[in-house]
């Protein structure tokens, strides 16, 4: 049985809730939670909320898309402890990592025991409007709340277009509604009224034969799978090969 769950890019850490407090149920479930994110402020909510189901909890501000920050947090994962590790990226969050590179990047990294969590959007015309509710708007101002930016001081804005071969994109800007100075790294940048910052794209899938495609072209097998109601939304389970 698993004794660790792992969050890659886990946010807030909502989502890997879940999943830690169905395993609570379980005898013998994960103790440990191990949690990664590149925004300081959503990684502190996701260590906290993971208080609440499990004995220990670490984080890593990061970036996973670096192979070597990618490695020292599986590493920190396994450390040592008896049994496989559960390594999650859910919300959709493979496909903000490159689906193309990040389950090939990963399966490197993780012991044939192990298990990788994984879901992804599917797309559709009803899509943008979907992506744009106060949820996803308030996980997209992570980044930007974390160099002190707020609804003050712009406004985000969402589109979508195709991407790669199976995927479609829905893209993020935040146009400044004032001359704005920020701090990132010890440097000061300076962001003009109106100008518009592009962010990270999130990325969703023509269909869940191409999501699983994916992950399968990396060397896993696919073991489980479940789809919502709707079709829009893939969860899966699988283990390297």
């Known amino acids: 049985m698993a004794r660790t769950l792992c969050g890659l890019g886990c946010g807030e850490g909502s989502k890997d809730a879940i999943l830690l407090e169905s395993f609570r149920a379980i005898q013998k479930g994960p103790l440990y939670y191990v949690g990664a994110d590149f925004s300081q402020a959503l990684l502190e909510l996701a260590l906290e909320e ?5 004995l220990y909890v670490s984080g890593f501000k990061c970036d996973l898309t670096n192979d070597r920050q990618l490695q020292d947090v599986c590493d920190a994962a396994k450390n040592d402890r008896p049994g496989p590790v559960i390594f999650t990226t859910l919300g959709n969050t493979l496909g903000a990592f490159d689906p193309q590179q990040f389950a090939n990047r990963l399966r490197k990294h993780l012991r044939g025991d192990d298990w990788f969590i994984f879901d992804g959007e599917i797309f559709s015309s009803q899509t943008l409007a979907g992506y744009d509710n106060p ?3 308030r996980f997209a101002w992570g980044p930007l709340t974390g160099v002190g930016l707020n609804e003050q001081d712009g406004v985000l804005q969402f589109s979508t277009a195709p991407a790669a071969d199976g995927l479609f994109a829905v893209t993020k800007h935040f146009v400044a509604s004032r001359d704005l100075r920020v701090n990132v790294g010890g440097e000061s940048i300076e962001i003009e009224r109106g100008e518009k910052l ?6 969703k899938y023509a269909s869940k034969s191409a999501l ?6 990396a060397g896993f097998e696919i073991k489980e799978h479940w789809e919502s109601s709707d079709g829009k939304f893939v969860l899966a389970c699988a283990n390297p090969l």
């Open 50 to 54: 993971a208080k609440r189901h499990v």
């Open 135 to 137: 949820t996803n708007r």
């Open 198 to 203: 592009r962010m990270s794209n999130s990325i």
């Open 212 to 217: 699983l495609a994916f992950v399968e072209r």
